[in-house]
T-cell receptor, first 117, second 116 residues
Framework: AQKVTQAQTEISVVEKEDVTLDCVYE???????LFWYKQPPSGELVFLIR??????QNEISGRYSWNFQKSTSSFNFTITASQVVDSAVYFC??????????????FGSGTRLQVQP | EAQVTQNPRYLITVTGKKLTVTCSQN?????MSWYRQDPGLGLRQIYY???????DKGDVPEGYKVSRKEKRNFPLILESPSPNQTSLYFC???????????????FGAGSRLTVL
């Protein structure tokens, strides 16, 4: 069975601080994909990044960066110089293809980030 | 604009009163899915559909029905809603489901349902 753990339920930082959101996953599959989604207060889900299991390169996009480590089954997300607009719930998700042909996308429970001005 | 549209966005109903949440996508996606979001549990899959007339259960299908008569529509039906179905519901679609787990889901804006 697949599992995604986001141990940090809520994080509060002051603007301009760096913050890292942790994501630990479990799967027996060798081929899988990892995602991060953002859910701002308005409620919609916004795709941030996708990473496949064969690509361990870290990625940077502006103030956002992701650290994928297969050795520790982690896919952590760092926001540098946080801003109030970063306040949201962030979900990590794991996608595997099951024997039945079903595409199982398992979400973590989410981390609520509050950035104080 | 490419999007997934859900209606209604907000609904308060009473136990046992049948309701339908509609979902429509304009991207010609084959794969569609319903999720519910509950505090501390993240998003859990209710049902999914890999194409027209092909649907299957997700992780939490009890109390729900779906149908896929047209490619663009995937309604979620609660035949006899109960208070434990109070939740935030999301519809999502992606071009192809079973071929790869890589496809990014496009989500609707969400439907907040309260069952009294």
């Amino acid at each position: 069975a697949q599992k995604v753990t986001q141990a940090q339920t809520e994080i509060s930082v002051v603007e301009k601080e760096d913050v890292t959101l942790d994501c630990v996953y479990e799967t027996r599959d060798t081929t899988y994909y990892l995602f991060w989604y953002k859910q701002p207060p308005s409620g919609e889900l916004v795709f941030l990044i996708r990473r496949n299991s064969f690509d361990e390169q870290n990625e940077i996009s502006g103030r956002y960066s992701w650290n994928f480590q297969k050795s520790t089954s982690s896919f952590n997300f760092t926001i540098t110089a946080s801003q109030v607009v970063d306040s949201a719930v962030y979900f990590c998700a794991l996608s595997v293809l099951m024997d039945t042909g079903r595409r199982a996308l398992t979400f973590g429970s989410g981390t609520r980030l509050q950035v104080q001005p | 604009e490419a999007q997934v549209t859900q209606n209604p966005r907000y609904l308060i109903t009473v136990t046992g009163k049948k309701l339908t949440v509609t979902c429509s996508q304009n991207m010609n996606h084959e794969y569609m899915s319903w999720y519910r979001q509950d505090p501390g549990l993240g998003l859990r899959q209710i049902y999914y559909s890999m194409n027209v007339e092909v649907t299957d259960k997700g992780d939490v299908p009890e109390g729900y029905k779906v149908s896929r008569k047209e490619k663009r529509n995937f309604p979620l039906i609660l035949e006899s809603p109960s208070p434990n179905q109070t939740s935030l519901y999301f519809c999502a679609s992606t071009p192809r489901g079973p071929v790869s787990g890589a496809n990014v889901l496009t989500f609707g804006a969400g439907s907040r349902l309260t069952v009294l």
